[in-house]
């Protein structure tokens, strides 16, 4: 058994036990585990492997052998195996606890507390002595560090704890344990059809390709941010949008009327698109369907008129004098047929209007009280480049791709150097250009109520559901317009966690939380940008945390602060107190010599 106390010396001892048939396995840069690895042994040894516990903020994943007979052998072998990877930081063996059988993962980092009467220096040395690195000095207790042993310490890690704590002048320690448990509590209420925001199984075949907000909802849900949903009509009184103040402005910017209701005495209006588009991001959760931002409220835009229309310039200017926070826009010119390469449609430019382009200028302007509103928008579904699409491409906005449920690119997604970031989403198998069927039929989201929408439920006898057999729900959402209010949603998060933020501060919270999937054909440059991903799939859970003034990483990049003294240990502020006394000192002689 492995021991670690909480209490300090006169605290509770606890005690963890070893799984032999458990791994633990941790990857660089916080990838996904089928993206780290690259030897045909390890790509082999995969699929015998499901995943029972993920911490994707960190890249760590428990694993256990899919065949109970042997599991422990298979366990010792991808341990083995996986050591060997260049993208893997570590691989081994799982505590957990005895009774409930919890894993929990060690991290070969520690919390430490000394006595409030011991001086920087001689913590520091104590540190030292041990071999630790101090990562962090923290700011919320006296005396606090969090640090880290050596790379390779492993199980060490808790005989160096117990031996710290023994230490007379040190009050707390123990290794850092992260345990899956209070965040499964979260997930589990997330229906196990929304593949894309937790790790779930869909007709007993395991999906693991979600944005992870069940740990980002521990801190905020996206309450007190409005996300505006410019598309066609709204089903503003499903369920999941009936909450006192949930929906706030709408508007129909075609008709002219404060109805974003979808029309159907014109058939060509087709308003169907808009209910999922705002269910991906900000669904409620009150029966079976989650937005990405629960709490956020709702402002449905509806937009039935062509491309450059002054309706269109109207969405925008309503959203941003109605106090939208984000403007999520899943539409464009007209796509190339995906599936032909060679089709001309494809070397189609069309710019963005002037006046289109100043109304988002003003959107990022003077939304938000000038920190500006942040818009996402639909790559586009045409296998073809992002770039000839004025709108998806104009750098106030965050063009989003879609990629699969196999941490894959969505066959039809465009891609590009305007390409910001991706998000999960539907696909289509298509053999003639070597691209595999999916596992799941797309997004699970909200659809209009009834026979309407994509939906029919089991109200048309002559259609088979696609959904939820009332018809209320769809479970065939896919493209880039689903992907686009994903990441809106990601963004309203953010936002709730800090009000404060400018658009492309948040823009840019996206690119560092954004997880790099599928390596090996992402093409990704030097900079990280890939032209199908563009940055990555952004985790919530990394995104609100940046929010709030965290770290990205546990490398310990940020200086050692000293508490009482916070010019210690970061040269910046130091040179800067020093300029400030000289300009002090001179400022005095001035003074006083002054005739």
């Known amino acids: 058994m492995y021991s670690y106390q909480y209490g300090g010396k006169q605290g509770i001892s606890h005690q963890l036990v070893l799984r032999d048939d458990y791994v633990v396995i941790r990857t660089q840069n916080r990838q996904e585990l089928e993206a780290a690895v690259s030897s045909a042994e390890a790509k082999q040894l995969l699929p015998q492997l499901q995943v029972i516990a993920a911490h994707q903020e960190a890249g760590i994943f428990v694993v256990t052998p899919r065949v109970e007979a042997d599991g422990s052998e298979t366990a010792a072998q991808a341990r083995q195996v996986l050591k060997r990877e260049e993208q893997i930081r570590f691989a081994g063996r799982v505590l957990t606890d005895p009774a409930s059988g919890v894993p929990f993962v060690y991290t070969e980092n520690l919390f430490v507390q000394f006595d409030p009467e011991m001086e920087a220096e001689a913590c520091q040395s104590a540190l030292e002595h041990h071999q630790l690195t101090v990562k962090k000095r923290l700011t919320y207790a006296n005396n606090a560090y969090f640090v880290g042993a050596p790379q390779g310490t492993g199980l060490q890690t808790f005989e160096i704890a117990q031996t710290l704590l023994n230490e007379p002048k040190v009050l707390l320690c123990h290794p850092e344990l992260i345990s899956e448990h209070r965040s499964r509590q979260v997930a589990a209420a997330i229906p196990a059809q929304q593949w894309h925001l937790r790790q779930t199984e869909v007709d007993g075949v395991a999906v693991d390709a979600f944005v992870n907000v069940a740990d980002a909802w521990e801190v905020t849900k996206g309450k007190g941010v409005a996300i505006a949903i410019v598309d066609d009509g709204v089903d503003v009184d499903h369920i999941e949008f009936s909450g006192s103040g949930k929906v706030i402005h709408p508007r129909d910017v075609t008709e002219q009327v404060d109805d974003a209701r979808p029309k159907d005495a014109n058939p060509m209006y087709g308003d169907d698109h808009g209910t999922p588009c705002a269910g991906v991001a900000c669904a409620s959760g009150l029966e079976q369907a989650f937005g990405v931002a629960p709490e956020a409220t709702l402002m449905p835009i509806r937009l039935a008129s062509g491309l450059g229309s002054q309706a269109e310039i109207d969405a925008f200017v309503w959203a941003v004098e109605h106090g939208a926070d984000i403007i999520s826009c899943s539409w464009g010119p007209v796509d190339g047929p995906w599936w032909d390469p060679e089709n001309e449609q494809h070397k189609l430019v069309t710019p963005l209007p002037d006046s289109t382009r100043l109304a988002l200028d003003y959107a990022v302007e003077k939304g938000r009280d000038g920190k500006g509103c942040v818009i996402t928008w639909a790559a586009g ?19 989003v791709a879609a990629c699969n449920d196999d941490n894959k690119r969505s066959i039809y997604s465009d891609f590009g150097k305007a390409i910001w970031c991706t998000f999960p989403s539907s696909d289509i198998g298509f053999p003639e250009l070597n691209h595999p069927d999916p596992k799941t039929s797309g997004i699970w989201t909200t659809d209009r109520v009834g026979a309407a929408g994509y939906n029919p439920g089991n109200l048309d006898p002559n259609a088979e559901a696609a959904g939820d057999d009332s018809g209320h729900y769809t479970e065939t959402f896919g493209g880039t317009s689903s992907a686009c209010p994903g ?12 009000p404060e933020l400018r658009w492309d501060e948040v823009r840019e919270i996206l690119r560092r939380s954004a997880v790099k999937i599928d390596l090996e054909g992402g093409q990704y440059d030097a900079d990280g940008h890939s032209p199908l991903y563009g940055y990555g799939r952004p985790d919530p859970a990394v995104a609100v945390k940046l929010a709030i003034g965290g770290d990205d990483s546990d490398d310990g990049d940020e200086p050692w602060v000293d508490e009482d003294e916070d010019t210690v240990g970061n040269p910046k502020t130091l040179v800067a107190a020093i300029a400030f006394g000289i300009l002090s000192v001179a400022l005095l002689w001035m003074l006083t010599h002054a005739s």
Not at 381 to 399: L, R
Not at 488 to 497: K, P, Q, R
């Open 487 to 498: 990441v809106a949603g990601i963004a309203a998060l953010i936002l709730a966690a800090n």
């Open 381 to 399: 579904n045409g296998n073809e480049s992002v770039d000839n699409d004025g709108y998806a491409s104009y750098d106030k906005v965050i063009a």
